[in-house]
Structure formats: structure tokens, C-alpha cells
């Protein structure tokens, strides 16, 4: 059966008034009306309506869709609150389809999203020839397998995804001042997330208990094995036999009860260039994927931004992986041809 947004906001609040957290209130929804039924979002929205003791969960009147000198007003006025908005935050803070908003972005208030890079510092000769016969050994060996076998090699890392997640990104004119970003102190609230994915999409992930370090006997005992048994569950009769697997060279990545953990497993090991983040595909794609969508999100607690990287993680579509490939040969080729240098456009 169908449910309306009415009917939504009504079980938010009856939930909120119940005095449960906004994960639970999201997971609620989703049990009973599937996946889908609404993000979590909205559900944060609402709450925080309610909180503020607004408790009309109807419409606004509305009489037909604004003019777009009013929508592009209100688009205004939601940036000059928040200048990190995205497009689809606020197509969704708007009621307006994403396609209205960046028209009125781009043509009408002549905005573009600016952007802070990070670039790495210039390499020595030493390292650009480290960089060059990397790429091009592991170019060799991605080339040398059929589509089928490409479908058998897992990559992924680790990262650090924090409570508060700023913007890396704004809307503003070109020629103003870019701002900056307020460095992460060492008291901020984070956890450590693995995530292992192939060309077909995620296969696993891993958070790492609040107060453990992350070594050799995490990685041996609970990172691998996961790994291990997801793909068993695909491939029952062969399990990891023809499976293949890159790993950036961190000292846990690239230690020796590591290494032999993963061979034992019956993995295949395809090496990392030597500081190449610009050739792994969990650092050049989809962590910063996973971190912009995060930017947008204001988590009140662990459990919250647990279920929001998973939910994210699980709904990318499987299209968006084999681009990721491609890129990932294009970057090899790109470096390679440039005898080693970082990667740009």
C-alpha cells in the first residue's frame, strides 16, 4: 500500500514522541514500508521541526509552482545560511526537482561550485621511476585478464569518516575569496571505516570498535575473513580461487603476517604503486564519493552515521563501479605516457 508524506511526518512523529532516536525512528520506516519509503533526511528534518515545537506535519499552500525569480530568491536565502548546500540538499530543503535548482544556480544566479585541492608534494626522480614501473606492472596485470576475471579483483582501504564533516565546496562567484576550512582537532569523534568492493560493486565493510587500533590482527581475524565469506556465498563450489586482490601499501596492508593471511586465503596480491593515491580507486573515487554525500548530513551520533554510510554505500548503482574501472585504466595509462607524474585532468 502507497503512503503518503502526510502519513510519513505522522509516524516521525509519533515515533519523536515515543522518545526515539532518529536511526531508529528511519529504521522503523523502512521495516514496515521498505526501502525508499523516505531518506534519513527527511526524517532528521522533521525531528527537527518537532523539537522546535512546530508540529504541522500538512503542506504549505502553495499556489502552483513559484515563479523562478521567487525560487531563485528562496535558493538565495537558503545559501546565505548555508553556503555548502549541494543542489540536491536543496532541491529537497525546496520541494523542487535537482534539475530546476541548478538552472537557477547556474544561469540565473550565475553560481559555480568552487573547490579546494589537495596536491601532493613534488615527487623526486626516485619516485617518479617507482611510480612509472608500479603503474605499469599493475596496468600489465589488470590487462592481461578477461572481463570476467576484471569482475575478480577486489580493492579497497581504509579511512577515517568523522561526526562532523565539512564542506569541502560552496557556490560563489569566480574572483571571490575562497574560504577555508577549519583543521580537524584531534578530539573530534570519528571512526575507521574498511570498505571492499570490486567492479560489480561493494562486498564488504567494517567499522573498527571505538578505542581499537587498527593492525595486522584486525585486518587477519575480521577484515579478511568477512571478505572471504562474502564471496564464498557467490562462488560456493571455487570460493577465492581466481579471486585477486590490491591493497594500497600501508605498513598493515604490506606486513608479513598480513600478506601470508591473504595468500593463505587463496587470493591473488596485486600490487600498489609506491605513494600513488591517485591510482587507488578507493581514494580517487569512492571515498571522496562517500564523503561529499556525508557533507551534507548533520549525524547526532555513531550508530546514526553508521546507518547512513551503509545505506549510501549499498544504493550506488552498479554502473557507477564499472566507470570506476575505466577510470582506474585511464589513470594508469595517463601516468605511465607522463613517465610517472601525478595524475591531473
Known amino acids: 500500500m502507497e503512503v503518503s508524506k502526510q502519513d510519513i511526518r505522522l509516524l516521525i512523529h509519533f515515533s519523536w514522541a515515543l522518545g526515539n532516536p532518529i536511526n531508529v525512528i528511519y529504521k522503523q520506516l523502512v521495516q514496515v514500508h521498505g526501502e525508499g519509503v523516505c531518506s534519513i533526511e527527511t526524517v532528521r528534518n522533521w525531528v527537527k521541526k518537532f523539537e522546535n515545537g512546530d508540529f504541522n506535519i500538512s503542506d504549505l499552500a502553495r499556489s502552483g509552482r513559484p515563479p523562478r525569480a521567487d525560487l531563485a530568491t528562496l535558493v538565495q536565502q537558503e545559501l546565505e545560511d548555508s553556503p555548502f548546500m549541494s543542489a540536491h540538499a536543496l532541491a529537497e530543503e525546496l520541494g523542487e526537482n535537482r534539475s530546476m535548482i541548478r538552472n537557477v544556480l547556474k544561469n540565473q544566479l550565475k553560481l559555480t561550485r568552487l573547490s579546494l585541492?589537495?596536491?601532493?608534494?613534488?615527487?623526486?626522480?626516485?619516485?617518479?621511476?617507482?611510480?612509472?614501473?608500479?603503474?605499469?606492472?599493475?596496468?600489465?596485470?589488470?590487462?592481461?585478464?578477461?572481463?570476467?576475471?576484471?569482475?575478480?579483483?577486489?580493492?579497497?582501504?581504509?579511512?577515517?569518516?568523522?561526526?562532523?564533516?565539512?564542506?569541502s565546496k560552496m557556490?560563489?562567484?569566480?574572483?571571490?575569496?575562497?574560504?577555508?576550512?577549519?583543521?580537524?582537532?584531534?578530539?573530534?569523534?570519528?571512526?575507521?571505516?574498511?570498505?571492499?568492493?570490486?567492479?560489480?560493486?561493494?562486498?564488504?565493510?567494517?567499522?573498527?570498535?571505538?578505542?581499537?587500533k587498527f593492525n595486522s590482527l584486525h585486518m587477519t581475524s575480521v577484515v579478511i575473513p568477512k571478505l572471504v565469506e562474502k564471496i564464498r556465498e557467490s562462488c560456493p563450489s571455487k570460493g577465492t580461487c581466481g579471486w585477486f586482490l590490491h591493497?594500497?601499501?600501508?605498513?598493515?596492508?604490506?606486513?608479513?603476517?598480513?600478506?601470508?593471511?591473504?595468500?593463505?586465503?587463496?587470493?591473488?596480491?596485486f600490487p600498489q604503486p609506491p605513494y600513488s593515491p591517485d591510482l587507488a580507486p578507493s581514494d580517487f573515487s569512492l571515498f571522496g564519493y562517500l564523503k561529499d554525500h556525508l557533507t551534507s548530513k548533520k549525524s547526532l551520533d555513531m550508530d546514526e552515521l553508521k546507518v547512513e554510510i551503509i545505506d549510501f554505500l549499498e544504493n550506488i548503482h552498479p554502473n557507477w563501479f564499472e566507470h570506476v574501472?575505466?577510470?582506474?585504466?585511464?589513470?594508469?595509462?595517463?601516468?605511465?605516457?607522463?613517465?610517472?607524474?601525478?595524475?591531473?585532468?
Open 325 to 345: 574501472w575505466d577510470e582506474w585504466d585511464k589513470r594508469l595509462r595517463w601516468v605511465i605516457e607522463n613517465n610517472g607524474k601525478y595524475y591531473s585532468k
Open 247 to 269: 591493497l594500497d601499501n600501508s605498513p598493515v596492508h604490506n606486513c608479513r603476517v598480513t600478506r601470508s593471511a591473504i595468500e593463505n586465503s587463496g587470493f591473488k596480491i
Open 117 to 167: 585541492r589537495w596536491v601532493p608534494h613534488e615527487p623526486t626522480a626516485e619516485l617518479l621511476d617507482k611510480r612509472l614501473h608500479g603503474a605499469t606492472d599493475l596496468l600489465g596485470r589488470l590487462s592481461s585478464l578477461k572481463p570476467q576475471q576484471l569482475n575478480h579483483v577486489v580493492t579497497g582501504d581504509q579511512t577515517w569518516v568523522f561526526l562532523r564533516n565539512d564542506p
Open 171 to 212: 557556490w560563489g562567484k569566480r574572483g571571490e575569496n575562497t574560504p577555508v576550512r577549519v583543521k580537524r582537532s584531534r578530539g573530534d569523534k570519528k571512526i575507521m571505516l574498511t570498505v571492499m568492493f570490486s567492479r560489480k560493486g561493494i562486498l564488504t565493510t567494517d567499522f573498527l570498535p571505538i578505542g581499537q
